[in-house]
């Protein structure tokens, strides 16, 4: 939870916390600069010494959501033990778990509108965040010959997709409105008939 008011020094972080507050409350683009400012603590002036306006300090939440989202995905994935595919698993669930937890970065990360390309910074964090899906699925193939493998990349973005679209449609508003299986066994469900559809289960 955000702080309201702005202590020790630490101004660029109060706003960031400030801001993910306001985003909770308000969604990432109906609340302005000097509304974070007001919420930290401080004058409608000061967030200009750390950020040029709105849309980069947006950028700085998301750049530290993914930066978060990719030490829990590493959490999760503990180098593919003890299994890859239950790694991989438990790398769906994280990511279930970080979008309800942690839901104004979550927003601030794929619902804001901004550019990961245009900042390097933000570009990077979310490079890592993908990369750890990328060596799920590349220790998914590892038993398999090589010419039968799929593309890792390729399959680290299904797997991102279907987990995205589990929490779009199946975790916000009134549990069970949409279904009545819940998230986690919608996505884990999910991504085992795309994964036995690959190869990696046998039938």
Known sequence: ????????????????????????????????????????????????????GRDELLEEVARQGFEEFADLLERAFNEGRPSPLSAVMRMGQAYLTFA???????IAMFESGISIAGNAG?????????????RGA?????????????????????LWALSHGVVELFSRGKPGSRSPI??????????????????VIPD
Do not use: C, W
């Open 1 to 52: 939870m955000a702080r309201t008011s702005y202590h020790h020094g630490n101004l660029r972080q109060a706003l960031v916390e400030a801001t993910v507050q306001l985003i909770e409350d308000k969604g990432p683009q109906a609340f302005t600069l000097a509304e974070a400012a007001r919420l930290a603590g401080v004058s409608a002036a000061a967030p200009y010494r750390h950020f040029a």
């Open 100 to 106: 309800a937890q942690r839901r104004g970065y979550y």
């Open 122 to 134: 933000l570009s990077q964090a979310s490079d890592r965040a993908r990369g750890v899906l990328v």
């Open 138 to 158: 590349e220790a998914l193939f590892l038993k398999m010959p090589a010419d039968r493998r799929p593309p890792p990349g390729m399959v680290a973005d299904h």
């Open 182 to 199: 819940s998230p986690g066994d919608m996505l884990e469900s999910g991504a085992l008939i795309y994964l036995r559809g690959l190869g």
